[in-house]
């Protein structure tokens, strides 16, 4: 395989780590958090002026008509900075499941107001019984007429306090735990029956609890095939969880660069710390974690476009399990190379550990990927020539 970036690619690298390093440092970003929707809505807008929004959608809707890797380019820059705008919830998920299971009018309606800046959106996939597993829904849509009657209730919908429609799964036919049988619903915020409670995430982010009852959906507003989500759902899935792998890599390389710079600066008995041979290997051990992920996050990045959906699958699992693995060694070496600073809120090496672990757990932590690898037969030497 080839991993070079193309001429495009490495410009659109230095375009948005050039916008990062000078609109988005620590203290910009507490700023931001502490705006009415917990994120910046003018950071939103200058999203949309460089068409980051756009990359992933077609040129006919007013994209760019961008793939996985220019997708891992900008969540790399944005796990970087810890950006809190909902880019994962609107362009990659929701944006996602609209690329490729919306019919004509919903993608020529939704797309360009998402590629614009003017609209957000959200993916209400988890229950609370549902855990990691994606196809056990117990959200209830019963077709009444000419419409359908949604019933239950969501549980960490990221961005879900501020999107304007939410795009929520919901069982239409077969058991709690059946693949079959599970449809995709858009739904308005306002509509009668829906009630959302908003809350802020340990890493500073926001999300919301969507609760639904006899919730009118009309029949336009159903995405793709009522009872054959899931095949969509989990390939987005998929897709937003090599996204959240490139953001870890950003994330991971800049708690390296703080921790090296401040074992070069900390002095302890008139001798800066860095001297000590035995936090120069732990230095090192940490930059071995890091490249680490950052290759298997490129190997999944190449991978994730891919039809066949075992070797998809395969990537992105082993991926995730190398991304959990690392949150942990990279995040446990940089709060104890700290010491008690880094344990403290105005210093930012906490809030990137905050962030690592949430990504290890978002749509399942290593273990359950290892397992979920295990059952596909590992990563096969023959699937990496």
């Known amino acids: 395989m080839k991993f070079d970036l193309s001429e495009e690619q490495r410009l659109l690298t230095e375009s948005v780590e050039r916008l990062m390093l000078d609109s988005y440092g620590f203290g910009d970003r507490r700023k931001y958090g502490g705006e009415v929707p917990g994120f910046s809505e003018a950071m939103w807008e200058r999203y949309a002026e460089l068409g980051l929004l756009a990359l992933p959608f077609s040129q006919e809707y007013g994209g760019f008509s961008g793939g996985p890797i220019e997708t891992m380019i900008v969540m790399e820059a944005f796990g970087k900075s810890l950006i809190l705008e909902p880019y994962l919830a609107t362009v990659v998920l929701a944006g996602g499941l609209l690329r490729r299971g919306g019919n004509e009018a ?72 059946e693949k079959n049988g599970i449809g995709l619903f858009l739904v308005d915020v306002h509509a009668p029956g829906l009630t959302r409670r908003p809350f802020l995430t ?90 680490q992920s950052r290759s298997m996050t490129l190997y999944a990045a190449m991978m994730v476009g891919e039809d066949n959906a075992i070797e ?21 070496q940089s709060i104890q190379l700290h010491g008690g600073i880094g344990m ?26 290892l397992r979920r690898l295990a059952a596909l037969g590992g990563l096969r030497s023959e699937s990496i020539n």
């Open 106 to 177: 919903q993608k020529t309606e939704l797309i360009p107001l998402i590629v614009n800046g003017r609209a957000k959106l959200a993916f209400a996939y988890a229950e609370p019984q549902s855990r990691y597993d994606l196809f056990h829904v117990e959200t209830q849509a019963k077709k009444q007429g000419t419409f359908w009657a949604l019933s239950g209730v969501k549980t960490l919908v990221l961005h879900g306090n501020v999107a304007g429609k939410i795009i929520v799964s919901a069982r239409t036919a077969g058991g709690t735990r």
């Open 202 to 291: 340990q890493d500073g982010l926001r999300g919301a609890e969507i609760a639904l009852e006899n919730v009118r959906v009309d029949e336009s507003n159903l995405i793709g095939d009522p009872e054959g989500a899931f095949p969509v759902i989990s390939r987005v899935a998929d897709e937003a969880v090599t996204a959240l792998c490139a953001e870890a890599v950003g994330c991971f390389t800049k708690m390296q660069a703080i921790t090296l710079g401040y074992l070069k600066t900390r002095e302890q008995f008139g001798t800066k710390i860095g001297s000590f041979q035995v936090l120069q290997h732990r230095a090192v051990d940490m930059l071995v974690e890091l490249e």
């Open 312 to 332: 998809r699958e395969r990537a992105v699992s082993a991926a995730k399990v190398q991304i959990g693995r690392s949150s942990k060694a990279i995040g446990h």
């Open 344 to 369: 403290t809120m105005e210093y930012s090496i906490g809030h990137y550990f905050k962030r690592v672990v949430m990504i290890d757990t978002l749509f399942g932590d290593a273990d359950h990927y």
